[in-house]
């Protein structure tokens, strides 16, 4: 992920308005880009000799024409997953108390789902000031982000009737023959996801179908001299081009890594390896190329394959890609050993370089600029507590309680930089110098956006440990979310998380429905609704399905012989 959604400053890619001087240049670097072959492709590659005369995506139609669509069967998927996703009874928690409050987290989802649905049906996300929609230009011209990151939200909550809505306006308005620049990393992770998502809980095929046309036309963006994507898309024309904010026309390394879990989905489902095969090539470059003191720094060159400049970050820029090797192993079903070791030999260069104790005993992740530190840890850093806990286990047998122990001392920072505020939310980034421990100094950091992260970390330490201390840490967030983000027409971001004179930021962001509402309904639930042996979230909290090759195939071959 990336810095955006900044309040006050309609969304972009990075919440920053390009210039129109930069969108030109945008524009004229979108004229240039080259249609070239994957790097690591032989000359006796079959794929490779029939990608020179056709496009990538001509490939993905071709593919799609000749599969036999039934090849995906989703009842042998269903066969294949061990415990019902929703569990025995919904997730419905035994405890009176718990149960109340998981009602509570259901109450807000209906009141932002109603009110998005009154003021902004069909528009990205709802403005609950002004009451009306925000269409913003991160999804090159999609609508529905909000109906897309909500579907399966709803449907687990059973909320019905406004599931049903939403399934209605995917069949009928959901155009995905868009022409405008979207950002390959949100187009992915909400809409990508979120089908994706809906797909596998219910078993509809109109969103099978949805997906599967989006996927193929994000196939373009990866046409680079090294395969590793450009930022930018134009989904009608397959244009693709960098950030016109990223330093030398380099692609950012949460965005480009951030694909996978949807990628090798979207081939489970075409019976098509091109979307593996893509993501498959990223992961191969990032595995060989040199890596200071073993991190990973944000900017990479599309054309080169080189880094750009050494800063590391497991916040914005960086984050996501980190949680992707984990849950990819995960997803793998424990079979993607490279994704395993490229995951811990990561974790440790992070742990050498960047966690670092504050004077006052609080676990924190710096930045790196270079080998200098920079004693600052973002919102968006937080989601690494719930990611180191469900790495944990699979980590050597003498540091899984060290990575456990790591965990919640991360979530436990990130909980502080709640607690030290005048609201309960955290801000967008807060340091430890010049005296400051867990609080923004700056005032451009002190925003709150309906951010998940911390939420997302207390749901997965619950899952791990129960210890009730993260249920009480997340009703704390909900009563702070109340009081200060409910307004008459929805939730929005707050401007300073240190006064409790508010002053919102009219937006209702589409993670808010996708993740931090079902974050907190699933902390208030039994582990058996989604559960972990069986699902893995996508960074926007959609779920995905552990692919389990070995049983599909002979659930396969015992149908065949039926
Ligand atoms: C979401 O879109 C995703 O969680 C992303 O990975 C990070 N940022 C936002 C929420 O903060």
Redesign the pocket.
Known sequence: ?VFRKLPGVSASGMGLRLSQKFVFLLFLSGLVTEERLPAGKTQEDPTLIRSKTESASDRAVLYDQSANSDFFSYKKFKKCLLKPPLGRDNGTPSDPRTSERREKVKEMMKFAWDNYKHFAWGKNELRPLTRNGHIGNMFGGLRGASIIDSLDTLYIMGLMEEYNDAKEWVKNSLDLNSNGEASLF?VN??YVGGLLAAYYLTGEELFKDKVLELGEKLLPAFNTPTGIPRGVINLGSGTSWSWGWASAGSSILAEFG?LHLEFVHLSELSNNPIYREKVMNIRKLLNKIEKPHGLYPNFLSPVSGNWVQHHVSIGGLG??FYEYLIKSYLMSDKTDDEAKTMYYSALDAIEANLVQKSPGGLTYMAEWRGGILDHKMGH?AC?SGGMIGIGADDGALDKKQHYLDLAAEITHTCHESYTRSATKLGPEAFRFDSGSEATATRLSDRYYIL???VIESYMYMWRLTHDPKYREWGWEAVQALEEHCRVDSGFSGIRDVYTVTVSHDNMQ?S?FLS?TLKYLYLLFSDDDLLPLEDWVFN???HPLPIVRKSCLQDEATQTASK
């Open positions: 992920m949100e992770i909400r951030t984050d996501s968006l989601f951010r998940p992260e962001q993670f993740e960074t926007e909290a």
